[in-house]
């Protein structure tokens, strides 16, 4: 019985597959799969540029400002805006000027 189970499941598993390799070649995504995509982007960068600068702290104190656990739990338009906001940072280091919300440094 289960191995008849796990037929049908694979048997599923295929279909959706196709299906969605069949969409992907046509070029049709959903509004949804799109959003979600950003909102990956968005995460890994994140996490990238906090891991690489050790900016962990920035994370964590716009988490504790927003009262949310995890990044996961940002909303789209946060989540964009704290992405936008070490992008800015990065730039702004590497550039050697004064970061956003800091004193001067001169």
Known sequence: MQAEARRRLAAR???VIVNAARE???GRVSAIELDRDQR?????????????????MVVE???DHL???????????QLQALSEYMRRSVDNAMAAC???DDLPAR
């Open 13 to 15: 598993l295929r279909g």
């Open 24 to 26: 992907a070649a046509q």
């Open 40 to 56: 990956g982007r968005s995460l890994r960068e994140i996490r990238r540029i906090s891991d690489r600068y050790g900016w962990w």
């Open 61 to 63: 104190a716009t988490l």
């Open 67 to 77: 009262r949310v656990p995890t990044l996961r739990d940002l909303d789209d338009g």
């Open 98 to 100: 004064d970061l956003e």
